[in-house]
């Protein structure tokens, strides 16, 4: 034993209780959440009024359908490549847009940790 003044526990985590803990998380932060889909939703707006996206295989003006999808996929930094953007203005958008969408990344994951944490200590874990 490397501690052997120390006691092991065996507590579980309850999944439920670790779900219902990110969830009250996440509704705390529904401001902020809101916040960052508003400003999803305008950039995606401002993409496909200024944004000159194409879709690649046809060289045609995106829909908005396809312009939604591109911005969608761009917040989710998988970036297919199948809709880009033509103008500067457009360019500047889809990295405003890939910002956005690691900082929704981060805000979640971090509201996820921080769920296990507090469902953990319920649980009679000590987290040092």
Not at 62 to 69: E, K, M, N, P, R
Not at 117 to 125: E, K, T
């Amino acid at each position: 034993m490397d501690n052997p003044g120390k006691e092991v526990v065996h507590a579980r985590i309850q999944p439920r209780q670790a779900i219902a803990e990110f969830a009250k998380v996440l509704w705390h932060l529904r401001a902020i959440l809101a916040m960052l889909l508003i400003l999803f939703l305008a950039l995606s707006v401002a993409m496909y009024s200024v944004g000159g996206a194409v879709d690649i295989a046809t060289r045609t003006q995106s829909s908005l359908g396809q312009t939604f999808y591109f911005c969608a996929v761009t917040a989710l930094t998988i970036g297919y490549g199948d809709v880009v953007p033509t103008t500067t203005l457009g360019r500047i958008v889809a990295v405003s847009l890939g910002l956005l969408g690691v900082l929704i990344t981060g805000v979640v994951t971090a509201s996820a940790v921080y769920a296990i944490q507090v469902a953990a200590r319920r649980a009679g874990l000590r987290l040092d």
